[in-house]
Structures are given as C-alpha cells and as structure tokens.
C-alpha cells in the first residue's frame, strides 16, 4: 500500500476508531496556561498533518483497488459522498495518485508538512511537466521536487511555492523550442463557477495572455463611468462598473452581436504593438508582451489591431484624408495618449480633436489629432471672447505637436502668464524634458 506506516491489525478501520474515540474525548483545560495551550496547538496541528497524509495514502489504495468504480463513481466524487468537502477530496486524489513523490511521502509521514503544501508540490511538479515539449528525465524531475520541497522547509506559503514552480517551468519553457511559457498556453486555461449559499454565481478564471487582453478589453470598453441624469458622478465602484459590463457582454453575446456592437466602439478591440526596430518586443496592451509566434498568430485575426511603433512609441501610420477619425487611428492616438491628454480621463470617454482645425486645413491623422475628454475639448476650443476687448489671443488652451511627436498644451496667460508647454498627461514625469515642444 501507500501508506508509509502500516497499521499492524487485522482490521484497520477498528484501530482507526479508536483512535478516534480518544480524540473525541479530548477536551480543553481551562486551568491551562498559555505555553500549554501553545504546545497542545502544535501536537494538533502535528496529528492534522499526520491524517491528511494517511487519508491520501488510502484515496491512492482507493484508486488501487477501483473502489469508486464499485459504486458507480469517481474517486473525487465517492470521497465527497464519503463527507469530503470538494476542494479538500480534489487534494488528497492529487496527492493519493501522484507518482514519483517517494521523498515527499516521507517527508509527510512524520507530519513536518501539510496537505496544503503537499498538494501545491504536486501540481507545481505536474505545470512544470507540462511547460516541456519533451519528457521530464526522472533526475531532473527529482531536482524539481527536492526544490518546492526545500521552499516549503523554508517556511514559504503554498501559493509561494506555485510560483516557484512556475518560475521553474518558465525557465525550461525558455530552454526549450517547442516549450510555451504559461501565459502563452491555452491548454490550461481554466473558467470555473459555482452557485454560493446567497444564490449568487461565483466565477473565477485563469487565462492565457491573448483571452485575458480580449476580456480586459472588452470590460474596460464598456465599464466607463456614465453621469447621472442631473450631471453627477456615476455612483458606482469601478468593480460594480465592471460587472455590468460583463453582464453586458453575456447579453450580447447571447443575442449573436457582440462583434458588430463592441467592435464599433473607438477604444474596444485588442491592440497589438510591434516596434519597428524590435519586432520580438511585441506586447498587447493590457496583458504586456508576447512571443513573435503569437504576435503571427494575433496577426492573422481580423479582431486586433496591430500597430507598429518607432523608438518614441508613436504609432508609424498615415490616417486617410477623412474629416472624422477612423477607428483604427482612433485606436493608434489611444495607444499613444492613454487618456484625455489634459485632465487624465479615461479613453473611454475621450474624443478625437484636430490640432489644427479639418476647416482650416488640417490634416486627419496622428500629428494633427490627441485624445480630449469632452470637457476638456470645450476648454480648447471655447475661443469666445479671444481677441474681444475683455480677454486676449493667449486666454485659452492650446494643443500643439511636439518634436517627440506627442502632443502638448500650452495653458492660458491666466493659468500660466509664461504660458510654458505642459506634456500630455500620461507623459507628464519629473523627468521628462519640456524642451521637446
């Protein structure tokens, strides 16, 4: 069997039972004093730790000697009925089922470590197997599972140890060819939900770089603020904000529109940004940078953008000669602005604004165009009264066109009697020199 320590009776079951009659019989002293209360704690903890171990031990017998097919279900399944909550049933057919774990058996039997950190080795070794093209040798494999162990000996969390196994996996994906690190792999793209107690729909997902930018993107296209009816501030936390967009997506989804009404929005969509100079720094917008085989790949799909960028990150194209802005260059000044380039809001809610007005000649393209929010486009192009007798030609805002082809604003003699150029907000750092306007 795979338990390490064997229960020297006929019937193993009795001998369980009684040790669980005296546990139950256990009761708190309430004379004690803090170290014994502290030391009883320890010899808890210490049994705890010793029972998750045998009750994987028994799950893997369980699935030795097919019990769960005897009654009609799955090993996971038949501990649940057997009282298991799911999580914890999941964890001991983990642990119960794994193969090559000798040392980490050991390990366990003395109760030094818990099923917890047992089960977070076990699935670190099984992501890193799957981050290799090619078979993990049994040496190599033995040198992973020495390492997690040797984290969870050091005192580090579960969730600490997942991510040394996964910086461990990402290593051998580098090393590899055909390896794929995680956040490219849609193999093990998860999306799970349950209902809770209170009715409602938990879910939860963990998804490779490409989807996780589509979701983002589509959330944040539709979670921008909406004024109320009198003109205040949307109420709504940004979380509720986003969970009405997600509604919303469900229900056009359902409908059969979700590409014709989110791709007509200006800042939907997925972006991908090649430099021109480096083609193998690509990076979606969102989710940050990706292999050049999926940037081939994202290039292929009629969904995203893929724009190219000089060294100052300013988009390499030409907007036809239109009065309005397309979406594609609307789609280039958000990647370049980020936001209302003079109060910071959100691209959501911002508009395409002429530098030098389409009636005055002006161009529609990105060295004539930036992001303002509406009212921040009033402020730029509410001229009443300049050059009237109660305010002068350098009484209002001005955008112009740097050097470093981004825009910057030159604030009224009002704000600023020098008028200095202010960058674009989401350019605006200690550090970034003005003499680039």
């Given amino acids: 069997m795979i338990a390490d320590v064997t229960i020297e009776s006929t019937d193993t079951a009795a001998v369980l039972a009684g040790f669980a009659d005296q546990l139950a019989e256990l009761r708190t002293n309430p004379d004690m004093s803090g170290p014994q209360a502290h030391a009883a704690m320890q010899q808890i903890l210490l049994i705890r730790n010793l029972a998750d171990h045998h009750a994987a031990a028994f799950t893997g017998e369980l699935d030795r000697l097919g019990v769960a097919d005897g009654h009609g279900r799955r090993l996971r399944e038949l501990l649940v009925v057997m009282?298991?909550?799911?999580?914890?049933?999941?964890?001991?057919?983990?642990?119960?089922?794994?193969?090559?774990?000798?040392?980490?058996?050991?390990?366990?039997?003395?109760?030094?470590?818990?099923?917890?950190?047992?089960?977070?080795?076990?699935?670190?070794?099984?992501?890193?197997?799957?981050?290799?093209?090619?078979?993990?040798?049994?040496?190599?494999?033995?040198?992973?599972?020495?390492?997690?162990?040797?984290?969870?000996?050091?005192?580090?969390?579960?969730?600490?140890?997942?991510?040394?196994?996964?910086?461990?996996?990402?290593?051998?994906?580098?090393?590899?060819?055909?390896?794929?690190?995680?956040a490219e792999d849609k193999s093990i793209n998860e999306l799970g939900y349950h209902k809770t107690d209170d009715g409602r729909l938990d879910v939860r997902a963990n998804l490779d770089a490409v989807a996780g930018e589509k979701l983002h993107s589509l959330v944040e296209a539709l979670s921008a603020p909406k004024p109320q009816s009198d003109g205040s501030h949307d109420p709504r936390p940004a979380q509720h904000r986003r969970a009405d967009a997600f509604e919303s997506i469900l229900e056009l989804a359902e409908k059969g529109l979700a590409d014709e009404t989110v791709s007509c929005k200006p800042t939907g969509g997925v972006l991908l940004t090649i430099p021109a100079d480096a083609p193998k720094l690509s990076a979606l917008e969102f989710m940050g940078s990706v292999t050049p085989a999926t940037a081939r790949m994202l290039g292929c799909d009629a969904a995203v953008t893929v724009v190219i960028v000089d060294g100052e990150q300013v988009p390499l194209n030409v907007g036809r000669e239109k009065r309005l802005f397309t979406p594609s260059q609307r789609k280039a000044l958000l990647l370049r602005d980020k936001c209302c380039v003079k109060c910071g809001a959100p691209a959501s809610r911002t508009q395409a604004h002429h530098l030098v007005s389409w009636v005055d000649g002006g161009t529609t393209d990105l060295d004539n165009g930036c992001l303002l929010c509406t009212s921040c486009h009033h402020d730029v192009h509410d001229r009443a009264g300049a050059g009237s007798e109660a305010s002068g030609p350098n009484d209002h805002w001005d955008v112009v066109m740097g050097f470093d082809r981004h825009p910057w604003l030159i604030p009224p003699a009002t704000v600023d009697p020098r008028r200095r150029p202010l960058p674009a907000y989401n350019r605006r750092t200690l550090h970034l020199d003005s003499a680039a306007a």
């Fill in 83 to 182: 009282g298991c909550a799911p999580a914890v049933a999941a964890r001991f057919v983990r642990i119960g089922t794994a193969t090559d774990i000798d040392p980490l058996r050991r390990h366990a039997a003395d109760g030094a470590i818990s099923s917890e950190h047992a089960d977070a080795i076990v699935r670190g070794l099984s992501h890193i197997e799957t981050r290799s093209a090619e078979p993990v040798d049994a040496d190599l494999r033995s040198a992973q599972l020495m390492s997690l162990m040797s984290w969870s000996s050091a005192g580090m969390t579960p969730a600490q140890i997942t991510d040394h196994a996964r910086t461990i996996a990402n290593e051998l994906a580098a090393d590899t060819d055909d390896g794929k690190p995680a």
